[in-house]
């Protein structure tokens, strides 16, 4: 069986890393499978996918394209979004035309038995050159729901896309509202447990609170500087100190934080010496495991939220805003902290609590590491993946 995974682009984020854990896992589940996958922007996916045995073309997604997205239309009304969006398509058309063409040329030549898409582009693309007899599988990591210009042009072409996987229950109900008639299951996200696994638990001083997260705006950095300084305000002898850990990745125009957006805030918020930036990492577990609590502080609902469960893997105690399909991921108390999203005073008695007891940091560690290693393990994911590739294997 012939695979062909389309992404949009080149550079690592969950829905990356996610991509990955399913090449990996597939590879040792089913070693004769044959893996090719197309990338729109070069990056350094394009060499973990080789290391893997992947073959990667990369065929450049017209820049125009890329950076095409509702957030760049926030604060306009539909009618003028709308405009605005057909009038940077009536730009891009001839650039697209083009790409198409090649797109089409490329699967022929690769003449899979199915195509799987990772993203919304790679999603309309796949669907405008539309293989005759050739399953597509689009793989939903967000919610489209919230993004009605991308919903609108996905909904008047899901009919040419033949199974939608959802990372969650949250965003399979949310996609099967946006997309009506797609089937859609969900497969729940895995990971590498052995890459990421727990250290033995020491603290350190400062205590080390950290976010981790790609620049997204709804990421919640904002709400994390504010409840670090409730935190340091209130307390200010405490031993923390917080760490943000990350980058702008994706390049949609407006999407992301810049960091010196950030560390204006930190510095307006009178917090600037408790906190300090640690840019995109290679060793992410690492980092995971030097970190003594790790915040997720998503403002909007989460779909899924891949951080999370890396970080309860390596014995993190996580507190998380508890919203979409992050909700789904863990027990309150148990095996992670909930919070309220959006609500920097919840989050600051959160993190407050657990610098407070760290027995209950150890216990919830455990907890956590053992959720993950029971329901995120990648055999669940390449077993329930060849389940839904084989509703479609027809040779
Ligand atoms: C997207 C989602 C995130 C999820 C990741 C992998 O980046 O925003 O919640 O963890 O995809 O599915």
Redesign the pocket.
């Known amino acids: 069986m012939k695979i062909v995974f389309v992404n949009p682009v080149g550079v690592i984020?969950?829905?990356e890393r996610?991509l990955l854990t399913i090449l990996a896992a597939l590879l040792i589940a089913q070693p004769n499978m044959q893996l090719h996958l197309i990338i729109g922007t070069d990056g350094p996916l394009r060499e973990q996918a080789k290391k893997l045995g992947v073959q990667v073309t990369l065929l450049e997604i017209p820049e125009e394209f890329n950076q095409l997205g509702d957030s760049a239309f926030k604060g306009n009304s539909k009618a003028i979004a709308i405009f605005i969006l057909l009038s940077q398509i009536v730009k891009i058309l001839p650039s697209i035309g083009k790409y198409l063409r090649e797109f089409n040329q490329l699967l022929h030549e690769l003449n899979p038995d199915l195509i799987h898409s990772n993203g919304i582009k790679t999603h309309l693309l796949t669907a405008l050159v539309g293989l005759k007899g050739i399953p597509i599988v689009w793989h939903i990591?967000?919610f489209y729901g919230s993004r009605p210009l991308i919903a609108q042009a996905l909904k008047l072409m899901n009919n040419r896309a033949t199974f939608g996987i959802a990372?969650s229950q949250a965003v399979a109900q949310d996609a099967r509202t946006t997309l009506p008639g797609l089937p859609i299951e969900v497969i729940y996200?895995a990971i590498d447990i052995d890459y990421f696994s727990p250290a033995p638990q020491s603290s350190h001083l400062p205590l080390r609170v950290g976010l981790v997260a790609t620049f997204a705006r709804w990421k919640g950095h904002d709400i994390f500087l504010e409840a670090a300084s409730y935190i340091v305000k209130a307390h200010p002898n405490l031993n923390l100190h917080f760490w943000i850990v990350g980058e702008p990745i994706y390049k949609t125009r407006g999407s992301q934080f810049s960091q010196q957006e950030l560390k204006n805030k930190a510095s307006y918020l009178g917090i600037a010496s408790k906190v300090s930036f640690l840019s995109f990492q290679q060793d992410i577990a690492e980092i995971y495991r030097w970190l003594d609590i790790v915040v997720h502080a998503s403002t909007q609902p989460?779909?899924?939220?891949?951080a999370i469960v890396e970080a309860m893997a390596c014995g993190r105690p996580v507190i998380i805003s508890k919203a979409g399909?992050a909700a789904e991921l863990f027990t309150h108390n148990y095996d992670a902290i909930a919070v309220p999203p959006g609500e920097p005073i919840a989050l600051a008695a959160a993190i407050l609590d657990l610098h407070d007891n760290p027995e209950k940091r150890q216990v919830i560690s455990e907890k956590a590491r053992r959720t993950v290693t029971e329901n995120f393990n990648h055999e669940r994911l390449s077993h329930q993946i060849m389940v839904v590739y084989n509703k479609f294997n027809y040779k």
């Open positions: 984020g969950g829905a996610v990591h967000d990372v996200n989460e779909p899924f939220g891949l399909g």
